[in-house]
Structures are given as structure tokens and as C-alpha cells.
């Protein structure tokens, strides 16, 4: 049975191995990576305790959703990521479940828009690639095509519209999205 709840400061361990796990690649920063990001970002000023979620099968974290306050020019909304699930529990619908749980709880705090950046398994969702609507993430990235966006209230579609910015977490020292 998979329980989902709000993450608490005594998760942080957990989340971080769980997170490791899904993403851990040879040659991976060993400081400026997911892992390391999911104790950072609780400091951000734009970290948003509610929608920092984790997934429990018997009170063992097996997968993690973050979702922090995010800005598409002067429009402010969220952005979703990292999204992990353990190895071992990938394709049980878990990261479905999170995904799910997420967008219910920023559509329950008034947020109108969702963006991330990932690949078509976000469709499932309502995400849409992003630069359709004129959002990108700087001038000539090419990780453009990989911006989506998913809209909590339709009728501001039109108004969202620039550079996505994302909370300073995000970022390196040199201003590197991570």
C-alpha cells in the first residue's frame, strides 16, 4: 500500500537516498546534483513545505515530488522536479500518484500554472511543450524543447508568456540551471 504525505525535515535522509538512487549517474557532481538539491532547496525562499510530497511503502520513502514557486515572466506559478522513484519501485504508478497529488495540491493553493522541464511522459498530465506558447528558458538553450508547461486555470494560457525563471536553488554558482 503506497501512502503519500508531505515531506518533514526528518525525511531529509530518505528523500536524499531515494533521490540518488533514481538519478545517480558515473560522473555526477557530487554537490550540485538532485540529491544534494532536495536539503538546499528547504532553505529557498521560495520552497513551499505543501508541495514537497513523498511516497511511503511500509513508512520507507520510495519516491519524492518537489514543486516550488517558479516565474514565467512577471506571471508567477510553480515549477515540478526533481520527481524520483527508487529503482526498485519504478512502474508501480507511483511517480503517477505523485504527479497526480501534486497538481491537486497546487490547484487547492490557487497556483495557475506548472512547469518542468522532461520528456513526454509529462503529456499525461495536461503539459504541453512550453515554447508553443512562446516560454523558453533563455535564448538559443537547448533544452528549450524540453520546457513544458501545464495550465491549472485556462484563462490565463494567453498572459503567461517569456523566460522561465526558476528558485535560485535551481541554480549554480555560475548561474547553471542544474
Known amino acids: 500500500m503506497i501512502k503519500i504525505r508531505e515531506m518533514n525535515k526528518k525525511d531529509i535522509q530518505a528523500v536524499k537516498a531515494t533521490v540518488k538512487t533514481a538519478f545517480y549517474r558515473e560522473g555526477k557532481d557530487e554537490k550540485f546534483n538532485e540529491w544534494e538539491f532536495a536539503e538546499q532547496v528547504i532553505k529557498d525562499k521560495d520552497y513551499v513545505k505543501e508541495l514537497c510530497r513523498i511516497a511511503l511503502i511500509d513508512e520507507e520513502v520510495v519516491g519524492y515530488i518537489l514543486?516550488?514557486?517558479a516565474?514565467?515572466?512577471?506571471?508567477?506559478?510553480l515549477s515540478l522536479g526533481p520527481l524520483a522513484v527508487s529503482p526498485t519501485y519504478q512502474n508501480m504508478g507511483i511517480g503517477k500518484q505523485l504527479?497526480?497529488?501534486?497538481?491537486?495540491?497546487?490547484?487547492?493553493?490557487?497556483?495557475k500554472w506548472i512547469a518542468l522541464t522532461g520528456g513526454d511522459y509529462y503529456f499525461q498530465f495536461g503539459f504541453e511543450p512550453a515554447l508553443q506558447h512562446n516560454i523558453i528558458l533563455s535564448e538559443n538553450n537547448p533544452e528549450n524543447e524540453y520546457l513544458k508547461i501545464c495550465f491549472l486555470n485556462k484563462n490565463i494560457e494567453k498572459d503567461v508568456c517569456g523566460v522561465m525563471k526558476f528558485c535560485d536553488s535551481f541554480y549554480n554558482e555560475k548561474g547553471e540551471l542544474l
Open 71 to 77: 516565474q514565467i515572466g512577471m506571471k508567477q506559478g
Open 67 to 69: 514543486l516550488t514557486k
Open 99 to 111: 504527479v497526480n497529488e501534486g497538481i491537486l495540491q497546487a490547484k487547492s493553493l490557487g497556483y
